[in-house]
């Protein structure tokens, strides 16, 4: 993952370049080289454009690639809350419920909750949220910010059984975001998945 401000620097260095080799090659008149001096410089016209037009923050292969041909991604049916205190604001985005609670009942128009991918750690009791991007599709259909990073589930940092099953981001920019998982089973077709169960914002009060 690189920041976007960083590799746009690096093009256009790159393509300042390119345009200067143009002006000696046309001066000295060295015509072997020139279509490919102007290729490479359409390229990086190109690459710079897209940088200084894309929202992405930050850049891997995967958010590029759905930067540019975005997934048909469901939209994903939630309850939202908000809870104060005198100390913070709570926003929660609740995509599974309990089975008592039947405002997210699962019908044919109702799409399953959002898929979280993990991955397994070494002991196989653990789950780290290494590439962010499946959480920053749905936190993108929220119109909410990205995180730029992947995050160990919250019990292998705190050593309580009761953070398993949660990541959380304590450098988001709206505050500390909360991902609670859980398992989604849809039995009709034996399918089933880690999915993001809330999303929880908390905003400091000053």
Known sequence: MVATSTVKTIVTILLAIDVIWLIY?????YTESLVRTIVAGLVLGVILYYLQTTSLQYLTFKAVKND???PNVPQYSYVKTEEDNQYSHRVIYT???????SALERTSEVPPPPELKLEMDPGGQTFTLKDPESLNLVLEQLNLPPVNRGVPELSTITGNRLDQGIYR??????GTLTVERAIFQNKK???S????SRIIIDSRKY
């Open 25 to 29: 090659i046309l001066f000295k008149g």
């Open 189 to 191: 077709v034996a399918l």
């Open 95 to 101: 995509f599974m419920l309990t089975p008592s609670e």
């Open 169 to 174: 981001f304590d450098d988001y920019p709206l």
């Open 193 to 196: 998945y880690h999915c993001i």
């Open 68 to 70: 540019i041909f975005p």
